[in-house]
């Protein structure tokens, strides 16, 4: 009976002068331009390597930007202990508010108020990690029927060209300094900026540089924003994840004229990057942002905000993980930089870049030194042949001729890669 019913309807569908189509006519579903133009640059780039390790050596891989893959960065217990208390409680399951609870993002403004700033809740917007962060921030600042673009750094991590790109919003580099500690370039940056320019991005601490700007530093590129009128995003995932030494400054205390949307989130400095939990402070000393604040509100509501469970455990993941979790964290992280930089400083052909904080250390490759190889990337496929190690070309960050290491790895990995990339090294150089 029922079955009847269904193909009366589903006859009643084409009754109505529509021509039924034939059996042999093909589906035509394309995807949209959105989709089209979604590309993950390091994939494309990994995906087209020859990838096929030494056998006789287990595969070090020294290129996935996730410090949970070896398992010897646990977390903080506390971090921990407030998502299982929320879970049982079970007080976190429905829907929050798309922008976040207000107990969550009262505890990210009171994290995130210190060295003389002041975030406030109504400030904070809850995302499903840092890169959703990202994403509404460009969605909400740049338009692509108005031709604009997004300026961004090089090198840099890819993900804001993904982001603008499937919007249609153009992407334009300007140029970190090797020679400066990787600082912007800032005549390069404000050649770049043209009547279309939305926004400037920044990465401080910079992935994959590892380098960490000074108060002074972020004041002349805050005082070029100004002056040419162009907001800022500052993707700050890696705040104070900083070595003894040097001293994290965010955007924020500045306290510039500038507005900015900070992006930033749980997943590096507590190891939990599957949390997918970010948020965006908006800072804006001016009131330059107030329908960017709307638009934020009304972006978040497209996915109704991040996962609960998270959220919930907010205010005491930040509250509770305590200050000696972070300091064990970025004395390792800097201990396994000082292995690697003075592990490869003895590989010939090598010139380690020594990094002030994040996960990442930067080696820039004299190519002409190993005529074998046409290019980085030859470079790493052989160094993967023979050696099973892994390293991601520069290639992946819009600088050929450099490798990206990984620092978050065990020691004795660490240290064991890096002198099979000596001995590779040695071997091939001429
Ligand atoms: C890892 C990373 C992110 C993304 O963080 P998620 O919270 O995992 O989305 C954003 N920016 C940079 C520079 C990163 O390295």
Redesign the pocket.
């Known amino acids: 009976m029922l079955e009847h019913q269904i193909k009366n309807i589903e006859l009643s569908l084409f009754a109505n002068g529509t021509e039924r189509k034939g059996e042999e006519e093909a589906w035509k579903v394309q995807p949209s331009d959105s989709a089209k133009n979604c590309r993950n640059f390091i994939r494309e780039i990994v995906d087209n390597l020859d990838l096929e390790p030494n056998p006789e050596k287990p595969v070090i891989a020294l290129s996935i930007?996730d410090p949970t893959v070896y398992g010897n960065l646990p977390q903080a217990d506390e971090t921990i202990k407030a998502v299982v208390k929320i879970l049982e409680e079970g007080s976190c399951n429905g829907y929050a508010p798309s922008v976040g609870y207000e107990d969550s993002r009262r505890a990210v403004a009171e994290y995130l108020s210190h060295d003389g700033v002041e975030v406030d809740k109504k400030d904070v917007v809850l995302c499903s990690?840092?890169?959703?962060s990202?994403e509404l921030c460009i969605t909400a600042l740049a338009c692509a029927n108005k031709k604009q673009n997004i300026l961004i750094p090089r090198p840099g991590?890819p993900?804001y060209r993904t982001l603008a790109e499937s919007i249609g919003v153009a992407v334009k580099y300007y140029n970190l300094l090797p020679e400066k500690d990787w600082e912007v370039d800032l005549y390069h940056l404000e050649s770049q900026i043209d009547q279309y320019t939305a926004a400037i991005v920044l990465?401080n601490p910079?992935?994959p540089c590892g380098s960490v700007f000074s108060r002074k530093h972020l004041s002349d590129i805050l005082e070029l924003a100004y002056r040419r009128r162009i907001p800022v995003i500052a993707?700050e995932?890696?705040e104070q994840l900083v070595f003894p030494g040097k001293k994290f400054a965010s955007t924020a205390s500045l306290h510039s004229q500038v507005p900015i949307l900070i992006?930033g989130?749980?997943?590096?400095r507590f190891l939990v990057?599957g949390w997918?939990?970010?948020w965006i402070v908006v800072h804006d000393e001016i009131n330059a942002f107030q329908n960017i604040r709307k638009a934020l509100v009304s972006l978040s509501q497209r996915t109704i905000g991040s996962n609960t469970l998270i959220q919930g455990a907010l205010p005491a993941i930040l509250r509770n993980t305590p200050q000696s979790f972070h300091d064990d964290l970025i004395n390792t992280l800097r201990k396994h930089a000082e292995i690697a930089f003075e592990g490869l400083k003895q590989a010939k052909g090598m010139s380690p870049y020594m990094p002030e904080g994040t996960m990442y250390m930067v080696v820039e490759v004299q190519m002409n030194r190993f005529p074998k190889f046409t290019n980085g990337l030859d470079f790493v496929q052989k160094l993967m042949e023979e050696e099973s190690v892994f390293l991601l070309p520069g290639d992946c960050f819009q600088i050929p001729g450099f490798m990206r290491i990984v620092l978050t790895v065990p020691e004795n990995l660490l240290k064991e890669a890096c002198s099979r990339i000596c001995e590779f090294c040695n071997r091939n150089y001429v």
């Open positions: 930007g990690g840092c890169s959703s990202l991590f993900i990465n910079s992935n993707d995932i890696y992006c989130g749980l997943a590096k990057p997918r939990l970010g």
